[in-house]
Structure formats: structure tokens, C-alpha cells
């Protein structure tokens, strides 16, 4: 299964910076698109972020351009999000998956795997 592991959530101020992780266990993510996703409180479950399998291509809904930035380290297997300026509405469970290829300057919207148990970050006024 193309299952992954989010870490690295936490509480942080206003403008305060935090770096999620996402890893695989037991397949090579460098093979995959990936994919952040985050579901905020009375929200649905929205794509933020994506990464090409190479880590040439990136893309970024409106609202965290400029402040988070994927990566990824396929050394490592891992794939990372950098989470700078944040504010309250970033509160919500952050989620990586496998995903489809990247098209254009959009992230697929569905995962190839199930979903993790997330990682929650909250931003505090």
C-alpha cells in the first residue's frame, strides 16, 4: 500500500515557522508525485502542495505561496514541507499522499494510497 507518515506538527504562534515530514515504509517514494493536503476545522480535505517524483516541479495553491515550500530528499525517502509565516488559518491536519503526475501548475486532488492518521498543526492569534 502507498501508505505515508506525516510528523512533525505542533503548536506555534503567529508567524511562527514549522517543518512537516512525510515518510514511506516499505516502497521507494522517489517513484511518485507527492502530495500535501491539510483538512482544516468545518472544512474539506484541500491539496496545498506538490512535488514532482525528480523534485523538479513544484506547485502551490495561492494561499501558502510564498510561505511553504515542498521538498524532498529521495536519499532519505522522505518529502518535507517548510511552513513559514504561519497564521490561524493554517490550523488543520496535515496530510501526505502518493499522487498522480503533476499537470500544469495544479496538485491532484485524490491519493493513490490511503490516507495516514495526519499530523495537527495549530497556529494561535
Known amino acids: 500500500q502507498l501508505q505515508l507518515v506525516e510528523s512533525g506538527g505542533g503548536l506555534v504562534q503567529t508567524g511562527g515557522s514549522l517543518r512537516l515530514s512525510c515518510a514511506a515504509a516499505?516502497?521507494?517514494?522517489?517513484?511518485?508525485?507527492i502530495g500535501w493536503f491539510r483538512q482544516g476545522p468545518g472544512n474539506e480535505r484541500e491539496g496545498i502542495a506538490c512535488i514532482s517524483p525528480s523534485g523538479s516541479y513544484r506547485n502551490y495553491v495561492d494561499s501558502v505561496k510564498g510561505r511553504f515550500t515542498i521538498s524532498r530528499d529521495n536519499a532519505e525517502n522522505t518529502v518535507y514541507l517548510q511552513m513559514n509565516d504561519l497564521k490561524p488559518e493554517d490550523t488543520a491536519v496535515y496530510y501526505c499522499?502518493?499522487?498522480?503526475?503533476?499537470?500544469?501548475?495544479?496538485?491532484?486532488?485524490?491519493?493513490?494510497?490511503?490516507w495516514g492518521q495526519g499530523t495537527q498543526v495549530t497556529v494561535s492569534s
Open positions: 499522499a502518493a499522487v498522480a503526475p503533476l499537470y500544469r501548475d495544479t496538485c491532484p486532488r485524490t491519493p493513490l494510497g490511503p
Open positions: 516499505g516502497f521507494f517514494l522517489d517513484r511518485y508525485a
